[in-house]
């Protein structure tokens, strides 16, 4: 071995780490090309076939160069479109089954160890729920038992399972230790990501879009809150604000862009005008692609470290500096203002009161008309409300196609549609009346998981309409409120429900249930929620928390015991777990066994063994014992004295045997024992000293 | 100057390991037996582990962050296991035969537990202190015993070097050796050189004079004749008579043997030696009683495995007196 060079057939290690590296190409099957998981399972195959001995040979090196030659170039050609970061996990898998094909050296073997490490590092990059977490701790597991088959190449494999499992359960606790205290930094530099396929809402909102969105029941972020929880009328959580219009669509006004662009690289900060009624929160978003973020208005992110990785932009959009390629945790401060203050009047209201110059006339001569019977702004908005709840309006999820001239046909024709017509529609009426107006698109509601916490899912996606009516700033009015008003006072389900669509959406047919697959369900949703706070979201902030929950104000010296405390901690576990067995293995089973006998004994004759040898004893406490425990003592003593004190070695096999014997007679022993127990104390022999 | 100052090293680590690990011919590895340090694996696990944490701290992944507290945990518990492990060893060394010079001497080793319960696993791997050439041992086989051969090229007694015992159980993170002194000496025999074999009757400084081995013996007794006796001791008589093979027997008087005897001729002292060896050799091969001079040792005549070996011994240790013969 020290040689080495490495035996061929019958090679456990190599086979378990081959079987490792095509599990590992299995679960990354979404980043990896299709012909590098063919790869890992044809390197499989010749590992096997080599284990059973169908070959005697690894490959030649120059196979194995020109097989290199030819992964690297078709690599280079598709990493165009891979990008830097599924290129390098391509890269490193391939390495890792080449190096697999002609594995025959120790050195190969310990650096295809270290890079199986790593590949589970990028595991955890594409998958963070629990259970892929557990699957790649338990391909951890079998990567070390490879790793020990290799160093004992003879024990059982039972053994060597068992070696590793306590290891591993040892080290979990110092793991968690170390989680805690070490410093979770902040990133040192720039690492590439993948191009993510993006979820959620889009910049671009065509009304009906967002009813594709009301399908899907995945998880959008949840919130975790410090204190009372707004209530679901208050729960509008904003994501994106489109200002440019062009009759169709909304979408993020390109000029708006610039401007953030430039204030960006400028550094300029906005700090909105706050009040004294906050929500104080912290946000686990779930991977989007995307880059904006969840918010209730208006929102400030909290600590230095969020402040530095989110942009605050003048719309009241909260901008992450990266996309969310894994889940996200930040905190932040939202001050529940009726109004929103405009940063700047003169341009903001320029830009929002754009609209198409031709098209939907019928809707032109109506806010005309409208208008001259309200000139006051607030008036107005009203009156189009009014007209909301007024008219016939349908909330529902299946609208008829309305394609031109969207505001005549939705208006006074079909009169059927969900938050993002009548959002857009709204926001239309009121630019051409003069007001500025603009969509805003998020997530309104969001269920209660716990007192504290709020889950919201993608069906929970809204739009609704900001306008500008006097100098002060932007007011949210929402007119599907108004048509569908349990859509905002009881979520979707119930809107749906009241308009007799809900059997068509499968989603949700999972509300109806009760019982036990509704508590399970309950249950995960649970247990996903504390792993993304607890695990996935611990941060710096967390952390900082967890100290200052433990030792109040953070001080220096505080700081130094508290890191002091750990150690100590880790090693008093070391200690616990290596220091018993130093002071056990200072008794012989036997002897323990010899010695639970003589006590069991002597509790019910009455008479201590002090330092009488063992035959004396016996001799001592035959007449006494009734008959079949005199006969097990017998045994005992026998066998105890025959490993006491012969000379000759005693070989493990016959050790074995009379410990398992020893075991049973003791049983056997103590079971007479009891039977005859208060008969024995009674008679006592003359001759018995003490 | 470099040369001087390593074998300056070297004599500074060899007293001190004297004094640490004395010699004895059976040892329990202890905490001051064993020594364990971070194998060349080991550190480069260390390094994955640090590139685990890079990648985990820049893509703010806290599974990898965990991933990497585990297999820090893992190390650092490691550091234990493979002490405990090796600590379970009891090494004992089997006496040595002795060996011609330019053969092999043998040093058997065996690897016992010092621990009923718990057994020690892995591979153990011996070599001879500051040799290259190592031999394993698998200590979760049937075999307990390792032979290490060391080549002994010249005539005399010499003690056996250190050897150096090395286990990486159970990830090869770390690696625990130890350098025993099994308190063993090698007699080295001079190599047999064939020549005229040369009894002196008398321990007499001069004049040698040569004799017949069996000539002078008196006729004792008739037996059995066995395969590869020299034919003159046949009876032939008895054979042709047509009886059985028989063999003459001769009673050996004590008054005429003689003795081996080192010749101080100024000459090679070593290839005197060589050829009083192949003499025993063959002096015992035939049954014959001999006596040895040497310088200021005398071996009174006999006979026998026990009194070759010594004789031989006695060559091994020339010109020292082998008191412990």
């Given at each position: ?230 209530s679901r009328r ?151 409300l009014?007209?909301f709840s007024q008219?016939?309006f349908i909330y ?22 969900f938050c993002?017509?009548y ?21 309104q509601g ?16 809204h739009?609704w ?12 009015f929402d007119p599907t409120a108004v048509v569908a008003p349990s859509r905002i006072d009881a979520g979707l389900?119930n809107a749906l429900n009241s308009s ?191 | ?325």
């Open positions: 071995m020290t040689a080495g060079r490495l035996p061929i057939a019958g090679h456990a290690a190599s086979l378990c780490i081959a079987i490792f590296i095509s599990l590992l190409a299995l679960s990354l099957f979404a980043p990896l090309m299709l012909w590098v998981v063919i790869l890992t399972f044809c390197t499989l195959f010749v590992r096997i076939s080599l284990y059973l001995g169908w070959y005697q040979h690894t490959p030649t090196q120059q196979t194995i160069n020109l097989l290199a030659i030819l992964s690297s170039l078709a690599l280079a050609w598709f990493s165009i479109d891979l990008g830097l970061l599924l290129s390098m996990v391509n890269l490193l898998v391939v390495a890792c089954s080449l190096k697999l094909i002609t594995l025959s050296k120790r050195k190969d073997f310990l650096q295809l160890f270290a890079c199986g490490l790593f590949l589970i590092g990028c595991g955890f990059i594409f998958q963070q729920g629990i259970a892929s977490a557990l699957f790649y701790f338990a391909t951890l597991l079998f990567l070390f038992f490879a790793l020990i088959s290799f160093f004992t190449p003879q024990l059982s494999w039972q053994k060597r399972i068992k070696a590793i499992s306590f290891q591993l359960l040892q080290a979990f606790p110092i793991a968690v230790i170390l989680f805690l205290i070490l410093p979770h930094i902040g990133p040192l530099w720039k690492m590439p990501t993948s191009q993510m396929t993006k979820t959620g809402l889009a910049e671009k909102v065509t009304p009906g879009d967002i009813a594709s969105l009301s399908q899907s029941d995945e998880l959008v972020f949840h919130a975790t809150f410090e204190g009372s929880v707004p208050e729960r509008y959580w904003r994501a994106l604000t489109l200002e440019a219009f062009d009759g169709k669509s909304w979408e993020i006004s390109p000029h708006r862009e610039l401007l953030r662009q430039s204030n960006q690289r400028s550094g300029q900060l906005f700090v909105a005008n706050t009040d004294i009624r906050r929500y104080n929160y912290q946000v686990i978003a779930e991977p989007s692609g995307r880059s904006w973020l969840y918010a209730i208005d208006i929102a400030v992110p909290t600590t230095r470290s969020d402040r530095n990785q989110i942009w605050y932009s003048r719309d009241y959009q909260l901008i992450a500096k990266r996309p969310l390629k894994s889940k996200r945790a930040y905190n932040v401060i939202s001050f529940p203002a009726t109004t929103l203050p405009s940063p700047n009047f003169a341009m903001e209201s320029r830009l929002n009161l754009i609209v198409p110059e031709r098209g939907n006339e019928r809707t032109r001569k109506w806010v005309t008309s409208l208008r001259k019977m309200h000139p006051d702004n607030q008036q107005f908005v009203d009156a189009v009014i007209y008219q016939p529902t999820l299946s609208p008829p196609a309305m394609r031109n001239d969207f505001a005549d046909t939705f208006l006074f024709e079909e009169q059927a549609g993002s017509h959002a857009s529609a709204m926001a239309y009426v009121l630019r051409l009346a003069g007001i500025p107006a603009r969509v805003v698109t998020g997530y969001g269920e209660l998981l716990k007192n504290n916490v709020v889950s919201v899912y993608q069906y929970d996606a739009a309409v900001e306008a500008m009516v006097d100098g002060a700033g932007w007011t949210r389900r007799g669509e809900l059997e068509q959406y499968t989603i949700f047919s999972g509300f109806g249930q009760s019982g036990l697959v509704k508590d399970i369900s309950l249950m995960f949703t649970n247990l996903n929620y504390l792993w993304s706070r607890w695990v996935l979201g611990f941060d710096n902030r967390q952390q900082q928390n967890l100290f200052t929950a433990i030792l109040g104000q953070l001080t220096p010296l505080k700081m130094s015991i508290l890191i002091l405390g750990s150690l100590l901690t880790i090693s008093g576990l070391l200690a616990l777990y290596f220091l018993p067995r130093w002071n056990k293995t200072s008794i012989d089973p036997i002897t323990r066994y010899y010695l639970i006998a003589t006590k069991a004994v002597s509790a019910s004759v009455g008479l201590h063994r002090y330092q009488t040898p063992p035959m004396s004893f016996f001799e001592q406490v035959v007449g006494v014992l009734p008959h079949d425990a005199a006969r097990h003592f017998d045994n005992i003593t026998q066998i105890f004295v025959s490993h006491k004190y012969s000379a000759r070695d005693i070989d493990e096999q016959n050790y074995k045997r009379d410990l398992i014997r020893m075991r049973h007679t003791v049983k056997a022993l103590q079971r007479s024992l009891r039977k005859y127990g208060v008969d024995l104390s009674v008679p006592r022999r003359g001759n018995v000293i003490f | 100057m470099l040369t001087r100052a390593k074998s300056f090293w070297n004599f500074r680590v060899d007293q001190w390991l004297n004094k640490r690990i004395p010699p004895a011919a059976k040892q329990d590895l202890t905490h001051r037996t064993i020594f364990i340090f971070p194998a060349w694996f080991g550190l480069g696990y260390l390094v994955t582990c640090a590139g685990l944490f890079i990648l985990g701290a820049n893509y703010q992944n806290n599974l990898m962050l965990l991933l990497f507290d585990l297999l820090l945990g893992i190390f650092l518990l490691n550091l234990f296991v493979s002490y405990l492990n090796f600590s379970r060893l009891q090494i004992k060394a089997q006496p040595l035969h002795p060996v011609f010079a330019k053969g092999h001497a043998s040093l058997t080793i065996q690897f016992l537990s010092n621990n009923k319960a718990r057994s020690p696993h892995g591979v153990v791997n011996a070599c001879w202190r500051r040799e290259k050439n190592i031999l394993s041992i698998d200590l979760d086989s049937d075999n307990t015993q390792l032979c290490l051969p060391y080549f002994t090229p010249r005539r005399g007694v010499y003690p056996l070097p250190r050897i150096t015992l090395y286990s990486e159980y159970p990830f090869g993170l770390y690696r625990c050796w130890t350098h025993l002194n099994l308190n063993q000496h090698v007699i080295v025999y001079p190599t047999p050189l064939a020549c005229q074999v040369q009894l002196h009757v008398e321990s007499g400084i001069g004049e040698p004079s040569a004799t017949q081995q069996e000539g002078h013996d008196d006729f004792y007794a008739l037996r059995p004749y066995h395969q590869g006796e020299p034919l003159h001791r046949v009876a032939w008589k008895n054979v042709a008579k047509g009886g059985d093979w028989v063999s003459k027997s001769f009673s050996h008087q004590q008054t005429e043997t003689g003795y081996l005897q080192l010749i101080p001729t100024g000459t090679d002292i070593e290839l005197e030696l060589s050829r009083l060896c192949y003499q025993i050799l063959k002096l015992s091969e035939k049954n014959v009683p001999f006596g040895l001079i040497l310088a200021d040792t005398r071996i009174e005549p006999s006979q026998g495995e026990q009194h070759k070996h010594r004789c031989l011994t006695a060559l091994a240790y020339y010109p020292k007196k082998g008191n412990n013969v």
